[in-house]
C-alpha cells in the first residue's frame, strides 16, 4: 500500500513562490508516474504536472508551464514541486498522487492515478 504526505503549503502574495514536498512510502519501484493535482474551492480536482521517476521525464499543464518545476530525489523518496510567480488563481489545495500505470501517459490524467495524499493548502492573495 502506497501512503504520500504532502508539505510546504502556505500564504503567499501573488509574485511569491513555495515548494511543496510530497513523501512516498510502501513503494520502492522506480517504473512509476507520480503527480500534482490541485482543487479549488467549488471547482474541479486539475492536473499541474507529473514526473516518471525512474526517467525524470516531465509534463505540466498549460497554466502553470514557464512558473511550477517538478522533480524528485529518488533517494528520499519525494518528489516536489517549485511554485513560483505565484498568481491569486493557484489558490487551492494540492495533492500528490501515484499513477496506477508504469509510465506517465502525457496528461497529468486524474483517472491514471490510484493513490492520493491528503493535500496541503496553498494561498496566494492579491
Known amino acids: 500500500q502506497v501512503q504520500l504526505v504532502e508539505s510546504g503549503g502556505g500564504s503567499v502574495q501573488a509574485g511569491g513562490s513555495l515548494r511543496l514536498s510530497c513523501v512516498a512510502s510502501g513503494s520502492t519501484s522506480l517504473n512509476k508516474c507520480m503527480g500534482w493535482f490541485r482543487q479549488a474551492p467549488g471547482k474541479q480536482r486539475e492536473g499541474v504536472a507529473n514526473i516518471h521517476v525512474g526517467d525524470g521525464i516531465t509534463a505540466y499543464t498549460d497554466s502553470v508551464k514557464g512558473r511550477f518545476t517538478i522533480s524528485q530525489d529518488n533517494a528520499k523518496n519525494t518528489i516536489y514541486l517549485q511554485m513560483d510567480s505565484l498568481k491569486p488563481e493557484d489558490t487551492a489545495m494540492y495533492y500528490c498522487?501515484?499513477?496506477?500505470?508504469?509510465?506517465?501517459?502525457?496528461?497529468?490524467?486524474?483517472?491514471?492515478?490510484?493513490?492520493w495524499g491528503q493535500g496541503t493548502q496553498v494561498t496566494v492573495s492579491s
Open positions: 498522487a501515484v499513477s496506477w500505470l508504469s509510465y506517465c501517459s502525457g496528461g497529468p490524467h486524474q483517472l491514471d492515478f490510484g493513490y
